[in-house]
């Protein structure tokens, strides 16, 4: 193997992604398989077999487990559950859930909804596959943040409120655990076609707005992930972390 190849391959490690069903997580997921990693594939039902498929063509093997992000009190059972059977090199916090309303009418209960998937159970998660890392001295944790980690957003309050505390949550933890090599960062995806912005691409106005101001001129694919996915799960980053990496064609340089 190459010296470039060794930096960057997940060859013997196995990475857990949550929402890896569809999206940016299943697209993190057949990256890390491409590299080399075995994948642990968290979601709250549907079918799987998409994802299965494409870690499965890299010849790595995928796991499929269940537990529901909305239920914070639950996550940190399951998640010991998994790592009773999987040594977690890699833990990605992808999933996230999205409720639009203008602030004067969003409920309480979307308010609640929202934290609940995008924050809480992003800590219950990461601190206790993050404990296992800690005891052992290694690992990569990466949660998927937002261009809303820097910016107000529209009509998107929690969604907002999350994403900046997951910006939070990450230096935090990056601060508390880098001693113990545990490198703890995030992506910030710009606009990138998936179900979460559905509603803004089926709104012809919108999606206007939003293509004409980024700079690279185009939405995100979300393989677009891939190469800042790979390089954060690998020893090519071990001296980075804390850090929150956009992905986003320019959007944050305008
Ligand atoms: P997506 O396709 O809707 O992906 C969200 C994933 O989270 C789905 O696989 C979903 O599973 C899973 N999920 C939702 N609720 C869950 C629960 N209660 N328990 C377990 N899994 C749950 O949208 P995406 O764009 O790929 O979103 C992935 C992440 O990127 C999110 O954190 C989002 O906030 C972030 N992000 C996206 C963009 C963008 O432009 N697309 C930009 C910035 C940040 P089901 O489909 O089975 O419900």
Known sequence: MTYLAKLFSLEG??????GARTGLGRA??????GAGADVVLVGHGGDFSQVTEEVQAHGRSAYVAEIDLAEPGQVAGKA??????????????????????????????????????????????????GASMVRRGSGKIITIASLLSFQGGIRV?????????????TKTLANEWAASNVQVNAIAPGYFATDNTAALRDDARRSQEILGRIPSGRWGSPDDLAGA??????SAS?????????????????
Not at 238 to 254: I, K, N, P, Q, S
């Open 13 to 18: 490690r196995t990475a857990l992604v949550t």
């Open 28 to 33: 993190v997921a057949a990256a890390l398989a």
């Open 80 to 129: 010991a559950e998994i790592l009773a059977g999987h040594q977690i090199d890699v833990l990605v916090n992808n999933a996230g859930i999205i409720r639009r309303a203008d602030a004067v009418d969003h409920s309480l209960e979307d308010w609640r909804a929202v934290l609940s998937v995008n924050l809480d159970s992003v800590f219950e998660l990461t601190r206790t596959v």
């Open 157 to 169: 309050a929690a969604y907002t409120a999350s994403k900046h505390a997951v910006a939070g949550l």
């Open 229 to 234: 996915a790979v390089f954060l799960a690998s």
């Open 238 to 254: 071990d001296y980075v972390t804390g850090h929150v990496l956009a992905v986003d064609g320019g959007w944050l340089a305008r």
